[in-house]
């Protein structure tokens, strides 16, 4: 039955590519440009937020903000094509090796900074969405032709079950390791520093991210447009609602068979071709872009030659912290400094390091 639903997932994601690959011509190429320009300067601006608060984590350290808008970049862009949120580690380990001084369990926290705002965004959004009628109510989620989302609503109780397990362990390993815990949940009340200070949280964040949730509202009626659906206040809230969900379920790149699969019934009434084009063309525009953008960062300011070996060097990296051996490709130079690492351009991965 597994396989039968996967099957189905593909072969729906795969027909809605072929119709908009045969509807290419229909496409506003103008709208879909103006679109991504407003959706990069959406991920900005939200770099800058995230900058805002490690500055408050780090007040005494000297750090670029064009390096941590190209962590944030590289990790969106990897998302958008590798399922499983691996950009968040590139994201982690980019931003760490940025920060003289840093530490993982700090910069880690600050991602949730931006948390807070999106969330409260995001439940506005959906309680929006579940009351306008087209949107699926989350039972009916296990009707949808995503193997991922339908599996998890038609397991409901496995999936509570896998959760409260996962947060038993966790308590469990925080009273084996109560002295190591006091260090590092030091380290993560740092990373939160920002949310301490209200007027400068509202200044710095919340004020940077309210931006971004424009830009970003800009860049998805654009795209509505460019795909012929069309570009309204509701149609917009309602993407927003589907990337909601869709970010809930990272198995795919992107959220995208979720977001297909929802893309589609939502916009059933402007017709199965031009529902089935959008659902996919969007998501194909912004992972072109992103990743395009995102390797650009690696690569042009970080001195990597691919996302492959930004993972290799992360993990280097965290092995390293925590006192284990180096891997292989490693070994061959002591390094007292795990912070500034970065392969040199053109030489031996491993083969030196730069510091930033």
Partial sequence: ?????????????LHAA??????LAAVRWPALALGLLFFGLNLTIRS???????RAAYPAASFQWRRVWGAYFAAVGFNNVVPARGGDVIKLFLTRSSIPGSR???VAAAFFVESV????????????AFTQGVFPKPPDFSKLSSFDISYLASNFHLALFAVTLLGVAAVAAFALLAERAKAFWARVRQGLTILGDRPRYLREVAALQALAWACRFAAFWLLLDAFRV?????????????????GAVPFTPGGA?????????????????????????????IAAFTATVGLGAVVLIFRFRSFREVLQAGRASRAAERGEPLPPAYE??????WAGFAPQPGGARGAGRARY
């Fill in 117 to 128: 705002f999106d969330f409260c965004a995001g439940v506005l959004v959906l309680v929006f």
């Fill in 230 to 246: 069309g570009g309204s206040v509701e149609n917009v809230l309602l993407v927003f609602a589907v990337g909601q969900v869709a």
């Fill in 332 to 337: 061959e130079e002591p390094l007292d400094d």
């Fill in 257 to 285: 068979g979720v977001q297909q699969a929802l893309l589609v019934k939502v916009f059933a009434g402007s017709g199965a071709a031009v529902a089935a084009a959008y659902s996919v063309g969007q998501q194909i525009a």
């Fill in 104 to 106: 993982y369990p700090t």
């Fill in 48 to 54: 800058r937020a995230f900058f805002n608060s490690l």
């Fill in 18 to 23: 072929g119709q908009f690959f045969s509807d």
């Fill in 1 to 13: 039955m597994a396989s039968t639903s996967i099957g189905q997932s593909v072969s729906s994601f």
